[in-house]
């Protein structure tokens, strides 16, 4: 499994553990709802600055989001 296919997959279950729609997240996170849903299709390559942003937001470290 390559990293953005774990962040994807990481990002849509702690997005879920939440109860948060993408909607919801992409706007209390400030980033568009179309940005996210490609994050978690594996479809994109975010910056370590996009990645450290939604690590904050779900109160986890940016190592979290690209781990196994």
């Known amino acids: ?3 953005r296919e774990r ?3 990481n990002l849509r279950k702690m997005r879920q553990q939440k109860n948060l729609s ?3 997240f992409a706007h209390d996170v400030g980033i568009h709802r179309t940005y996210i849903s490609d994050l978690e299709r594996g ?3 975010p910056t ?3 990645i450290d942003k939604l690590a904050r937001f779900l109160g986890v470290t940016p190592g979290t989001l690209l781990d196994e």
Do not use: F, G
């Open 1 to 3: 499994m390559d990293i």
């Open 7 to 9: 962040l994807a997959r």
């Open 22 to 24: 993408q909607e919801a």
């Open 43 to 45: 479809a994109r390559n």
């Open 48 to 50: 370590i600055t996009i």
